[in-house]
């Protein structure tokens, strides 16, 4: 067994341990208010919270881990499902730690420089927003209105940068997911009206096997130029 392989097996074991331990700790208030306090909502109101949510988020508990593995790595992906934030400032993290050393995703030396980057995001961002939830009460009510609008735009234009960074190598495959997202939403308004999250979810699906095709077709040119290289020697 390799080092890599070792490095990441502890990882799966470590952080399945931990997300499990988490996912128990997110219980433990609502466990508290039930048999410390007595307090517990009906169940019908409980199911009804559950499809809500679920309804609102399923599609990014499957599309996510899809598409952020490939630049978080294994144990970059453990630490951001376990902290949160994952779009908005664990995979921007990892793509500028991993751009700022060189290293290219999805190696060993990529996976490790992604833990460190999504764990320094990882107190950084703790010591900014509990900041910011003592300031900001104060703060934001001074700020102009166009500035507090524009918090909006933030998530989007942080994508863009993560997208426009990782495009620069594979121009042609990141003009064929845009084309095709463009394509498949505006069929998804103006023409079938399938549901939002089966369109985000088929857009991954896609974009990924688009890669796929990509990669096939790179490693067979590859082999091509080997062979005739092999074979231009063996005529000399």
């Given at each position: 067994?390799?080092?890599?392989?070792?490095?990441?097996?502890?990882?799966?074991?470590?952080?399945?341990?931990?997300?499990?331990?988490?996912?128990?700790?997110?219980?433990?208030?609502?466990?508290?208010?039930?048999?410390?306090?007595?307090?517990?909502?009906?169940?019908?109101?409980?199911?009804?919270?559950?499809?809500?949510?679920?309804?609102t988020y399923l599609t990014?508990?499957?599309?996510?881990?899809?598409?952020?593995?490939?630049?978080?790595?294994?144990?970059?992906?453990?630490?951001?499902?376990?902290?949160?934030?994952?779009?908005?400032?664990?995979?921007?993290?990892?793509?500028?730690?991993?751009?700022?050393?060189?290293?290219?995703?999805?190696?060993?030396?990529?996976?490790?420089?992604?833990?460190?980057?999504?764990?320094?995001?990882?107190?950084?961002?703790?010591?900014?927003?509990?900041?910011?939830?003592?300031?900001?009460q104060y703060l934001i009510?001074?700020?102009?209105?166009?500035?507090?609008?524009?918090?909006?735009?933030?998530?989007?234009?942080?994508?863009?940068?993560v997208v426009i960074n990782?495009?620069?190598?594979?121009?042609?495959?990141?003009?064929?997911?845009?084309?095709?997202?463009?394509?498949?939403?505006?069929?998804?308004?103006?023409?079938?009206?399938?549901?939002?999250?089966?369109?985000?979810?088929?857009?991954?699906?896609?974009?990924?096997?688009?890669?796929?095709?990509?990669?096939?077709?790179?490693?067979?040119?590859?082999?091509?130029?080997?062979?005739?290289?092999?074979?231009?020697?063996?005529?000399?």
């Amino acid at each position: 067994m390799t080092p890599n392989e070792i490095f990441l097996k502890k990882c799966i074991r470590i952080g399945s341990v931990t997300l499990v331990l988490g996912i128990i700790a997110n219980f433990m208030p609502a466990m508290y208010l039930w048999l410390g306090l007595g307090v517990k909502p009906p169940i019908d109101d409980i199911g009804k919270i559950f499809l809500i949510i679920a309804s609102t988020y399923l599609t990014s508990w499957i599309t996510q881990p899809i598409t952020f593995f490939p630049l978080l790595g294994t144990s970059g992906s453990y630490v951001t499902w376990l902290s949160g934030s994952g779009a908005e400032i664990k995979t921007p993290a990892s793509n500028m730690a991993q751009k700022a050393v060189g290293v290219e995703q999805g190696t060993p030396q990529g996976n490790v420089i992604s833990t460190i980057g999504v764990a320094t995001s990882v107190f950084v961002t703790f010591v900014v927003i509990t900041s910011f939830v003592f300031a900001g009460q104060y703060l934001i009510p001074l700020l102009p209105v166009f500035v507090t609008k524009s918090f909006g735009f933030l998530l989007p234009a942080v994508f863009a940068a993560v997208v426009i960074n990782m495009a620069k190598g594979n121009l042609d495959l990141c003009a064929a997911i845009v084309v095709f997202a463009t394509l498949t939403m505006y069929v998804q308004k103006h023409i079938f009206g399938f549901p939002t999250w089966f369109a985000t979810l088929f857009i991954v699906l896609m974009g990924a096997f688009f890669g796929y095709v990509k990669y096939r077709l790179t490693m067979n040119k590859d082999k091509e130029q080997l062979e005739n290289v092999v074979i231009e020697s063996n005529v000399k």
